[in-house]
C-alpha cells in the first residue's frame, strides 16, 4: 500500500528515477528539474527542484515551503531493470521559492487546468540543524580537534569525520567561543588558532549527517581519489580511455572545453610577498614571525609542481607588511593560525571549470573536498593537468520524457598554480 496520497504514475524502469513527496502527496509527475550543488565553501549541499504545476493545485495543497519534503534519487541498474543499486534520500527543508500564478477566468475555473512554473531551493534537513546549532562554551586545555568534537556531540546529532593528517596538535590554554553557529565556530577556532598545518575545508556536512573537515592540503598529497580525463574527439587513444576505465565508479571523462580563473596575482598585491606576524603570548611581550608568500604556497598550497611559476613578481615590490594578532590566552609562539588562515586562501586562486560527459557513476560527486586527478589528451589543455582538488559539483537532472531522466555534472577543480 503507498504511503501517498495518490498513486505515482509512470515510473521509470531504467537510467535515473526521482520521486519527491510533500505532505504525504507525490509531486514527482510534475517535477522538470533537480539541480544539486555541493562546494568546498558552503557546509552543506543545496538542491534546486522546478515543477510545472497547476496553480490550484498549489493552492489546493498549500504548497508555502512549511511542510517536510522528501526526496528520492534512486540509479537504476539498466541489465537488472528496476532493480536500484544506489538509492540517495533527503529530507529537505524549502529556503526560498518562485513561482508565479496564471491569470484565469472565473468561470469554471474549478474545472480549468493550466501549469507554470514553480522552483524552490532546500537545504537538507539534517544538515541545517547541524551547522546551524548553536554553541558558546570555555574550553580549558584541549586541542582543536577535542573542543570541535566537544561541540559537534553536545550540540549535533551528526557523526564527526575530522581528517588526523597534519592536525594541529597544541594544546590551547583557554579558548573562549562566543555565541554562534556551530559552522561560525569552526571558522573562528580555525581563524585564531588553526585546524591543521594546511588549508581546511571548515566542515562540511552530506546529506546522511556526517560532518568532514578536511586537511585539503594533505588529501591532495596523499594520493588521489577521482581521475578525469579529458578526451580529444575522434581520437583512437581517447577510445582506448574509454573502453578501459568506462566501468571504474572513480574515473570520469570530458570532451568539452575547459574554463579557467587565475586571481594570483590580485592576491599577492593583496597580501604582500614578505608578511611579518607580531603574536602576543602570555609569556612574553611580543613574539615576530616572518613569513614568505611563495614558499608558505609550496608548502601548504595545492601545487601540481613545486616551484611552478605563481605571480608576476616584477610587478610587485618586495614589501613587508606588518600584522598583529591576540587570540587571548593561546600562550605559545604558534604561527598554526597564520598557515591555516593563508592555505584557505591560496589553495583556490587557480579554478578551472570541467563538465562531466553522462557517467551512470554522477552522484558520488556529492563528495567534495577530495583529491582529483585531471589527465588531458589534448594539447591545448596538457598545461593544465595535474593534481587538483574538487571545490564544487553542479549535479543536475532532467526530465526526457515521462520516464526517463538525463543527468549531466560540471565539476570546479581548484589548486595553488595554474600551469603545470
Not at 51 to 59: G, H, K, V
Not at 120 to 130: G, H, M, R, S
Not at 393 to 398: A, E, T
Amino acid at each position: 500500500m503507498s504511503d501517498t496520497e495518490n498513486e505515482r504514475q509512470s515510473i521509470p524502469t531504467s537510467g535515473w528515477d526521482l520521486q519527491v513527496i510533500i505532505n504525504k502527496f507525490d509531486y514527482s509527475v510534475y517535477l522538470n528539474y533537480v539541480r544539486i550543488d555541493s562546494s568546498i565553501i558552503a557546509p552543506y549541499p543545496i538542491i534546486e527542484l522546478s515543477f510545472s504545476l497547476d496553480p490550484n493545485i498549489i493552492i489546493a495543497k498549500k504548497i508555502y515551503g512549511k511542510d517536510p519534503i522528501s526526496l528520492t534519487i534512486r540509479n537504476l541498474n539498466s541489465e537488472s531493470t528496476g532493480v536500484p543499486y544506489d538509492i540517495i534520500n533527503m529530507e529537505l527543508v524549502q529556503i526560498d521559492d518562485n513561482s508565479a500564478a496564471l491569470v484565469r477566468s472565473m468561470i469554471n475555473l474549478e474545472n480549468s487546468t493550466a501549469s507554470s512554473g514553480m522552483s524552490f531551493l532546500a537545504i537538507p534537513k539534517v544538515c541545517l540543524q547541524t551547522i546551524s546549532a548553536f554553541v558558546n562554551d570555555v574550553y580549558i586545555g584541549k586541542t582543536p580537534k577535542e573542543i570541535i568534537e566537544l561541540m559537534v556531540r553536545n550540540h549535533t546529532g551528526a557523526k564527526l569525520d575530522y581528517d588526523t593528517s597534519g592536525e594541529n596538535t597544541e594544546i590551547i590554554p583557554q579558548a573562549v567561543v562566543p555565541p554562534m553557529t556551530l559552522y561560525n565556530a569552526i571558522r573562528y577556532i580555525d581563524n585564531n588558532f588553526g585546524l591543521f598545518e594546511g588549508a581546511s575545508n571548515l566542515g562540511y556536512c552530506d546529506h546522511n549527517n556526517v560532518l568532514h573537515i578536511d586537511n585539503l592540503t594533505k588529501r591532495v598529497r596523499e594520493g588521489t581519489k577521482y581521475n578525469i580525463y579529458h578526451l580529444a574527439a575522434n581520437s583512437d587513444a581517447s577510445q582506448d580511455v574509454l573502453n578501459r576505465y568506462r566501468n571504474d565508479p572513480n574515473v570520469f571523462f570530458s570532451m568539452s572545453g575547459i574554463s579557467c580563473k587565475y586571481s594570483g596575482n590580485a592576491m599577492l598585491a593583496n597580501i604582500s610577498n614578505i608578511m611579518t606576524y607580531n603574536l602576543k603570548p602570555m609569556d612574553s611581550l611580543f613574539f615576530n614571525k616572518e613569513l614568505n608568500f611563495k614558499e608558505v604556497c609550496n608548502e601548504y598550497g595545492i601545487m601540481s609542481r613545486i616551484g611552478a611559476d605563481l605571480f608576476n613578481t616584477s610587478a610587485f615590490d618586495d614589501l613587508t607588511v606588518y600584522r598583529a594578532h591576540d587570540v587571548g590566552g593561546y600562550g605559545t609562539e604558534s604561527d598554526t593560525y597564520i598557515k591555516a588562515k593563508l592555505a584557505r586562501a591560496l589553495v583556490t586562486m587557480s579554478n578551472i571549470s570541467v563538465q562531466i560527459t553522462p557517467n551512470p557513476n554522477i552522484t558520488s560527486l556529492l563528495k567534495v573536498g577530495v583529491s582529483t586527478k585531471l589527465t588531458a589528451h589534448t594539447l591545448d589543455t596538457e598545461e593544465l593537468a595535474g593534481q587538483y582538488i574538487l571545490k564544487a559539483s553542479d549535479i543536475r537532472f532532467s526530465r526526457v520524457s515521462s520516464i526517463q531522466w538525463n543527468a549531466n555534472s560540471v565539476v570546479i577543480l581548484s589548486r595553488t598554480n595554474k600551469l603545470n
